[in-house]
């Protein structure tokens, strides 16, 4: 008899064998995958995090803060090998009416617990300003710095358009290797025992309401792992699973693409940090240009209006060219196909977007560099918060719904799954996560008019 069976070797699945079997002595973990760990959509993130979080509540930054505390414990105890970093978000304008919506997001963020506001305006009564270290997470500012003196921002972000007018620094953020941290918590649920498993999970037996058995198909044939738990973490095909378990999951998914590209020319320094423009923006085209595009159908959608949220950030150690830049405007829900469907116009649309707040990127515009395109799906609840906890099948467990946040929330909810499987105490935000929240009318009517979701 298994004790725990998890389905899905993403970050998900792996986080929580790993506080299964190495935080709460779990002894007789299998986890099931039909891909090699981290291949299906944990290998496609950006690696980056933030306890940046809009309300309603103080629950997605209480779980985020928890997550970012685990991830700092775990590249102190393993020399840095998750590279963590703490170089902050910037969130960037052009917009003059948007200085007051940074700063009042900056103050809800504050009210909530992400720490403290600093305003610099340039008036000689401003706090100091602490750039972002590079490399290092420790003795770093939290909260936000908002950056109103057009000096001060050209000083320390001279790349940016001068048309910015204010950026918002928000500090308890940054990236790390997310494959390293999958590897470590692999390495460590494997030296505690958990056993990992290819195949595919193709049933699970459930008879009177309680998991009994799951069933997988592997190379080798078929095999029942008999068990009374059930973790699903399948990333973008956990409806599947649900409808294994005989249920219908609240959750959908959004293709997101990502390239990376060589920046031959230096125009991102390799010590900025990730860098979102916040303004809707029309791609720039010269004359000529836009004339052409204007006359072809099937090009009209290029002179449309673009979605604000185009964002890069550099990537790689010393003597790397690498950004990566993604752009969400694909927006529709999707069934997810697999192989994720690549946009060949997506590389140049994200690139001509990027020199509206880069300018300096715009030579690439004229001969693509070499770039690199993938993607994945971004599976999701409509509020952007994820499924964790059990599910109405006694024993089945649910680890999924982790949207653009999967890697940043993989250690707090890892956390909190083994907790619900093993009656641990629940921290105070459990209870937004759990599946079961929806059985709630006035949870129902609540996210009917949430607001922000936080998504990037
Ligand atoms: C372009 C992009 C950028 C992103 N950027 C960030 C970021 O900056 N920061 C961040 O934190 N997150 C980011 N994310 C989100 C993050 O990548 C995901 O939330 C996370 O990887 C989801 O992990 P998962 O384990 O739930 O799913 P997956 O990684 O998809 O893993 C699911 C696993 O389940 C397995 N599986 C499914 N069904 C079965 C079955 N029946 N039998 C056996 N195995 C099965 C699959 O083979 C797969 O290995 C980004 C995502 C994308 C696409």
């Not at 998750?82 to 809800?108: C, H, M, S, V, W």
């Not at 078929?222 to 249920?247: C, H, I, K, Q, Y």
């Not at 230096?266 to 085209?285: S, T, Y």
């Not at 070499?370 to 006694?394: C, F, H, W």
Request: glycine share 10%; charged share 20%.
């Amino acid at each position: 008899m298994t004790e725990v069976v998890i389905c899905g070797a993403g970050i998900a699945g792996i986080a929580a064998a790993y506080h299964l079997a190495v935080k709460q002595g779990v002894r007789d973990v299998v986890l099931v995958d039909e891909r090699p760990p981290m291949s299906l959509t944990s290998d496609k993130s950006t690696e980056a995090y933030r306890n940046w979080w809009p309300g309603p509540d103080d629950a997605m930054l209480r779980f985020m803060d928890r997550s970012i505390d685990l991830l700092e414990e775990i590249d102190a105890a393993s020399d840095h090998r998750i590279r963590l970093n703490r170089r902050g978000y910037l969130y960037a304008t052009g917009d003059p009416a948007k200085r007051a919506t940074f700063q009042e997001t900056g103050e809800r963020a504050a009210a909530l617990g992400a720490g403290p506001l600093r305003i610099h305006r340039g008036d000689g009564h401003d706090p100091v300003y602490t750039p972002g270290n590079a490399e290092d997470w420790r003795d770093q500012p939290t909260g936000a710095d908002l950056l109103l003196d057009p000096a001060l921002i050209r000083r320390h972000f001279p790349y940016l358009t001068e048309q910015t007018v204010a950026v918002l620094h928000a500090r308890r953020c940054g990236w790390f290797s997310g494959q390293q941290l999958g590897a470590y918590m692999l390495e460590a649920a494997r030296a505690a025992g958990m056993r990992l498993v290819n195949g595919r999970v193709t049933g699970v037996d459930a008879p009177g309401g309680r998991v009994a058995a799951v069933r997988v198909a592997t190379v080798g044939g078929a095999e029942t792992l008999a068990t009374g738990a059930f973790v699903a973490a399948a990333g973008p095909l956990s409806g599947d699973l649900g409808r294994m378990l005989g249920l219908e999951l609240p959750i959908f998914s959004e293709l997101h693409l990502k390239i990376a590209l060589e920046d031959r020319l230096g125009v991102i320094p390799r010590d900025a940090p990730l860098v979102i423009w916040e303004d809707e923006q029309f791609l720039p085209w010269e004359a000529e240009e836009r004339a052409a595009l204007a006359e072809d159908p099937a090009s009209a959608h290029l002179l449309a209006r673009f979605p604000a949220g185009v964002h890069f950030r550099p990537e790689g150690g010393h003597g790397a060219q690498t950004v990566l830049m993604l752009w969400a405007y694909h927006l529709a829900p999707v069934a997810p196909v697999l192989p994720a469907p690549l946009d060949p116009e997506f590389p140049e649309t994200v690139l001509r977007g990027m020199t509206t707040l880069a300018p300096g990127l715009a030579p690439y515009l004229a001969r693509l560099p070499k770039s690199y395109m993938d993607g994945g799906y971004y599976t999701k609840t409509q509020e952007n918060r994820p499924l964790i906890g059990p599910l109405p099948v006694a024993g089945a467990y649910i680890f999924a719904a982790l949207s653009g946040y999967g890697l940043m929330a993989a250690c707090a909810g890892g956390e909190l799954l083994a907790a619900h499987m093993t009656a641990a105490p629940l921290p105070a935000y459990a209870p937004a996560f759990l599946p079961s929240r929806y059985d709630d009318p006035a949870y129902r009517r609540k996210v009917e008019q949430w607001g922000s979701t936080g998504q990037l």
